[in-house]
């Protein structure tokens, strides 16, 4: 992982794309449903600017950014995100 951390991420990106065709930016207008994005912000792996694309193009989406979080978010903050995931689930199913 300290390898492919330490990659270009452009050319890692590329690459990704290359292999698995397109991004599907263009896809993400059409998620109905509301969704939570949750993402570290020293993440290696995920742009901050991929974050932010993905909630702004979702029409219900939301980012939840963490600090000092990283690609393992889920093992680094594992109490945090179970609540924030709960929340969002309870406010998301509320009518």
């Given at each position: 992982?300290?390898?492919?951390?330490?990659?270009?991420?452009?050319?890692?990106?590329?690459?990704?794309?290359?292999?698995?065709?397109?991004?599907?930016?263009?896809?993400?207008?059409?998620?109905?449903?509301?969704?939570?994005?949750?993402?570290?912000?020293?993440?290696?792996?995920?742009?901050?600017?991929?974050?932010?694309?993905?909630?702004?193009?979702?029409?219900?989406?939301?980012?939840?950014?963490?600090?000092?979080?990283?690609?393992?978010?889920?093992?680094?903050?594992?109490?945090?995100?179970?609540n924030d995931m709960r929340t969002f689930l309870e406010e998301a199913i509320t009518p």
């Amino acid at each position: 992982l300290r390898g492919l951390a330490a990659s270009d991420l452009r050319v890692l990106l590329a690459t990704f794309e290359a292999v698995a065709g397109n991004s599907g930016t263009d896809l993400l207008s059409e998620i109905e449903c509301p969704t939570l994005i949750v993402a570290g912000d020293r993440d290696p792996f995920t742009p901050h600017a991929m974050q932010y694309e993905m909630a702004e193009h979702i029409p219900m989406g939301r980012l939840e950014v963490y600090e000092r979080a990283t690609h393992y978010l889920p093992m680094e903050f594992p109490a945090r995100l179970t609540n924030d995931m709960r929340t969002f689930l309870e406010e998301a199913i509320t009518p």
